[in-house]
């Protein structure tokens, strides 16, 4: 006997259409809202739609549904961008925003919007330190095994290094020193 258990998940038709194929198994990013006679499912195709929504909702006067409708028309970059630039005329083609609700959501959102902005810059900056970072030792280990020493010695001395603003070179020759010793 199989028991199944479903849910009412509210999503745009441009959300759905992009979803993929009948059976494929998706990923869809969701936000619980919890009122006092309602709950609901909004689901979101990538976490900077689920962020901008959230947003969006922060502002007085722009609820669950009208968001969700916002975010099928203009992508969240998009929107941030009108926003950070103060785009009334962006912002009032999106259907049911008039220029009174486009201001209010340029003076509600622009500091909130550039400072996601600035989390997800530092974010990208940090990952992209530690793949270069990643990419140097590996290189310094390639070279050191070149020159015959174990791949287990050369990680180990390596791991004792502070490494982070050395180039590889650097590494290589803290590397034979520890190597050597």
Avoid: C, W
Avoid at 39 to 65: C, D, H, P, Q
Avoid at 89 to 98: C, F, K, M, R, V
């Amino acid at each position: 006997m199989l028991v199944g258990l479903g849910y009412k998940v509210y999503m745009s038709d441009t959300s759905i259409n992009k979803l993929g194929k009948l059976g494929e198994t998706v990923k869809v990013h969701t936000y619980y809202q919890v009122r006092e006679d309602d709950i609901s499912i909004f689901g979101f195709n990538t976490s900077e739609e689920l962020i901008m929504f959230e947003l969006m909702i922060s502002v007085s006067g722009i609820g669950a549904k009208t968001a969700l409708s916002m975010l099928a028309v203009i992508e969240p970059s998009k929107f941030a961008l009108a926003v950070i630039t103060e785009d009334v005329n962006t912002l009032t083609s999106i259907p049911g925003i008039g220029p009174k609700s486009a201001k209010r959501i340029i003076l509600e959102l622009k500091d909130k919007v550039k400072k996601e902005n600035q989390i997800a810059q530092v974010q990208n900056m940090e990952i992209q330190k530690a793949v270069i970072n990643d990419n140097k030792v590996e290189e310094a280990v390639a070279a050191l095994q070149v020159l015959g020493y174990n791949k287990k010695d050369v990680e180990q001395a390596i791991s004792t290094l502070d490494k982070k603003d050395m180039s590889v070179e650097e590494i290589i020759k803290k590397g034979l020193l520890i190597l050597s010793m």
